[in-house]
């Protein structure tokens, strides 16, 4: 399978614990994109990687989440201390950026996605 | 601050129907527009991408059009099948920044 994959595929977790989920995109794509996304809602951006450098993250990433991507290749999602407000589908995205003029017609391809649930 | 409306939220029609989705956006200045499909419980599947100097893509049976002066784009689903039936997302991109604004989708049932 040479899709994006995402581990776990869910997490049940108690409020003030912990979580860290793994992303492992389209083996020669540069970019990285983190998504969550609420029940009956659009996904909604978290933070994106070019290469290892984090170059965009949204307000909703609050100093609980912090993500990585150390070596350019898959990416790491940690949210410490969660509250029950975090419970959502966490999904990773990948894509090539293969030139100036080709960025317009950059698709993201998603993964399946972590489902987080925080009693 | 853009803002992506998907009409209708849910949509049932009997298989063998044309249809069209709607997305609107309200801010102009997009680089792309994308629609997804979502199956429940699952990631989402790119079905086109229409760059904002073009005014439509086609797919098999999918089209969608793109007019960026009023914000509209729709998706057209020609002969629906059962196997159609998920949730279909547009998102937008802005210029000079990677953070795809997404709607909230049209839920899709295809009857048989």
């Known amino acids: 399978d040479t899709g994006v994959s995402q581990d776990p595929r869910h997490k049940i977790t108690k409020r003030g614990q912990n979580v860290t989920f793994r992303c492992d995109p389209i083996s020669e794509h540069n970019r990285l994109y983190w998504y969550r996304q609420t029940l009956g809602q659009g996904p909604e951006f978290l933070t994106y990687f070019q290469n290892e450098a984090q170059l965009e993250k949204s307000r909703l990433l609050s100093d609980r989440f912090s993500a990585e991507r150390p070596k350019g290749s898959f990416s790491t999602l940690e949210i410490q201390r969660t509250e029950q407000g975090d419970s959502a589908m966490y999904l990773c995205a990948s894509s090539l950026k293969a030139d100036r003029t080709g960025g317009s017609q950059e698709t993201q391809y998603f993964g399946p996605g972590t489902r987080l649930l925080v009693l | 601050k853009q803002e992506v409306t998907q009409i209708p939220a849910a949509l049932s029609v009997p298989e063998g129907e044309n249809l069209v989705l709607n997305c609107s956006f309200t801010d102009s200045a997009i680089y792309n527009l994308q629609w997804f499909r979502q199956d429940p419980g699952k990631g989402l599947t790119s079905l086109l991408l229409?760059?904002?100097?073009?005014r439509e893509q086609t797919s098999g049976r999918l089209n969608a059009s793109l007019d960026k002066s009023s914000g509209r784009s729709t998706l057209y689903i020609a002969a629906s099948q059962p196997g159609d039936s998920a949730t279909y997302l547009c998102a937008v991109r802005p210029p000079w920044h990677n953070d795809m604004r997404f709607g909230a989708g049209t839920r899709l049932t295809v009857k048989p």
């Open positions: 229409i760059q904002s100097s073009q």
